[in-house]
């Protein structure tokens, strides 16, 4: 099960990797794992997605955090969190310096092959 804060919940792999999937084409999606932690039967990415705005055709940058249960090695679980709203759109950590990180910025952002 993949669970998201703006969206119902995803079962299975063919609901998930359809919804991945439609991001991908019809957005330009990509995917930019930032840092990862395991432990035991879980784990923990921090990501960036890049994406284009299909209505301004805008490119975009949004961040999260999943977490993932594994049972007999394989995903049992994906819980993610993502938040954006009229004040912080991406849903960035406010004051937080991304760049001087090394994290994904718009200056990283490129249109995904074959586009």
Same mark, same amino acid.
């Given at each position: 099960?993949? &669970?998201?804060?703006? =969206?119902?919940?995803?079962?299975?792999?063919?609901?998930?990797?359809?919804?991945t !999937?439609? /991001?991908?084409? #019809? *957005?330009?999606?990509?995917?930019?794992?930032?840092?990862?932690?395991?432990?035991? %039967?879980?784990?923990? *990415?921090?990501?960036?997605?890049?994406?284009? %705005?299909? @209505?301004?055709?805008?490119?975009? =940058?949004? !961040?999260?955090?999943?977490? +993932?249960? +594994? !049972?007999?090695? @394989?995903? /049992? #679980? *994906?819980? /993610?969190?993502?938040?954006? %709203?009229?004040?912080?759109?991406?849903? $960035? =950590? =406010?004051? +937080? $310096?991304? #760049? @001087?990180?090394? &994290?994904?910025?718009?200056? $990283?952002? !490129?249109?995904?092959?074959g586009?």
């Amino acid at each position: 099960m993949h &669970y998201y804060t703006r =969206l119902g919940p995803h079962e299975g792999a063919r609901a998930i990797g359809e919804n991945t !999937r439609w /991001a991908v084409d #019809e *957005i330009d999606g990509q995917w930019w794992m930032e840092h990862g932690i395991a432990a035991g %039967d879980e784990a923990v *990415i921090e990501w960036t997605m890049t994406w284009r %705005d299909p @209505k301004s055709g805008d490119e975009r =940058l949004n !961040r999260g955090t999943e977490w +993932f249960r +594994f !049972r007999d090695g @394989k995903i /049992a #679980e *994906i819980r /993610a969190y993502h938040h954006g %709203d009229a004040k912080n759109p991406r849903g $960035d =950590l =406010l004051g +937080f $310096d991304f #760049e @001087k990180r090394g &994290y994904t910025t718009m200056d $990283d952002w !490129r249109a995904p092959e074959g586009q």
